[in-house]
């Protein structure tokens, strides 16, 4: 019963707009960004390597590499300031978590392309 009042509570927050992502897909995430009065839409465009599932609080960790170095960023799936989440590429590979990408370099550290039916 404690699940089932926690779900009544949790329901109008929950997004409907998320996509049909799995893990190694390569996704634009557009955050909303504030800085002081002014707010912008700023985009994470890398790859899925972790899901959090769950109900509001599921997250999605993404990382891409910047000027040599990887980043990672942890989005809340159901946050107001995700602006939306988009599937670039889809991703081929066979784990639930892909933190072995975060020792390898340059063309070791390509995904190969899933093929779509």
Do not use: C
């Not at 955050?31 to 890398?46: A, H, L, N, S």
């Amino acid at each position: 019963m404690n699940t089932n009042v926690q779900q009544i509570i949790e329901q109008p927050y929950l997004r409907s707009d998320i996509p049909a992502m799995e893990i190694g897909d390569t996704l634009r995430v557009h955050t909303r960004i504030r800085e002081g009065e002014k707010e912008r839409i700023q985009v994470f465009e890398g790859v899925l390597i972790r899901w959090k599932r769950g109900t509001a609080n599921s997250a999605i960790t993404v990382r891409k590499i910047s000027h040599g170095i990887g980043v990672e960023r942890v989005f809340p799936v159901h946050s107001p300031t995700v602006g939306k989440i988009e599937i670039k590429a889809q991703g081929a590979v066979r784990r639930a978590r892909l933190f072995y990408l975060r020792k390898l370099t340059g063309k070791k550290a390509r995904i190969k392309a899933r093929k779509v039916n």
